[in-house]
């Protein structure tokens, strides 16, 4: 099966920035007409500029995905320039690290309505529109963490709205895959985007801690992150839905009671 998108049109929020710009850098090299979304202007034009540098075809959109009205406007707007998406990457998310205790509840409902609620409108805007697309199968793609089912200090918010989109994917895998649409998700572990650099593991101190508990010894790279999306999304994987790729480097495996016991590490 091929990995290639000559006639898809893919829908990536979130696409001004880190996986969501990688992502859409690739799938347009490989052919797809590509439509970014974002709340900042600037850095989805500079996407838009990236894609073209490579040959591909890309459009910008402002949308706060907080908003139903501003994502149906993004699907009208995508509609009118390529003809309707088949395709979509819910990539955009809010994270910071916060004991629960101090969480504000305007901090819990930002993460919240941008993770999950945002991922079901998108979602949803898509499926309403995927008739009227020119391809009879498309791809939702939701970017979690693996946190969704392990839980993670520091982020109640951020883990309760993944594991949210993380249950949710598995639901619309079934109710949708009628439509011709698949829904899967990848989960990253640790990566290197500037963002996740400074919110998330902002000194080397920090890195260095987290490096040692990653069994390959390195965090993810945005190349690991596009290669697991792009065969999810691709013709490749036209019978897998409803699942999700962890792309953590055994991290979220290296968890046992006896990872710390007196045995020295083969190799």
């Known amino acids: 099966m091929s990995q290639g998108f000559d006639g898809r049109v893919i829908a990536i929020t979130g696409g001004g920035s880190g996986m969501g710009r990688a992502m859409a850098i690739d799938f347009a090299s490989l052919g797809a007409q590509v439509a970014v979304c974002g709340r900042r202007r600037e850095p989805l034009e500079e996407t838009v500029d990236l894609v073209k540098a490579v040959g591909g075809e890309a459009t910008a959109y402002t949308c706060d995905v907080r908003d ?115 829904v899967n998700c990848i989960a990253p572990g640790p990566t290197d985007t500037e963002a996740a650099s400074a919110n998330l593991f902002p000194t080397e101190a920090i890195r260095t801690a987290m490096t040692n508990e990653i069994p390959l010894k390195r965090f993810a790279s945005l190349d690991d992150i596009v290669n697991s999306a792009r065969f999810l999304m691709s013709d490749a994987a036209n019978y897998i839905t409803g699942e999700t790729l962890v792309i953590d480097g055994g991290e979220s495996l290296n968890k046992g009671m006896f990872q710390h016991s007196p045995l020295t590490p083969k190799g």
């Open 68 to 182: 139903p009205a501003q994502i149906d406007a993004f699907f009208a707007g995508v509609t009118e320039a390529y003809g309707a998406p088949d395709s979509l990457v819910n990539n955009a998310a809010g994270n910071f690290v916060a004991n629960a205790v101090d969480l504000s509840p305007n901090g819990w409902r930002a993460v919240i309505d941008i993770v999950l609620n945002g991922t079901f409108y998108c979602s949803r805007a898509l499926a309403l529109g995927f008739p009227n697309a020119k391809n009879e199968t498309g791809s939702i793609l939701n970017v979690i963490a693996t946190y969704a089912w392990t839980g993670n200090p520091g982020t109640a918010h951020s883990a309760a709205a993944k594991a949210g989109v993380w249950n949710l994917t598995k639901t619309l895998a079934v109710e949708w895959a009628p439509l011709g649409l698949r």
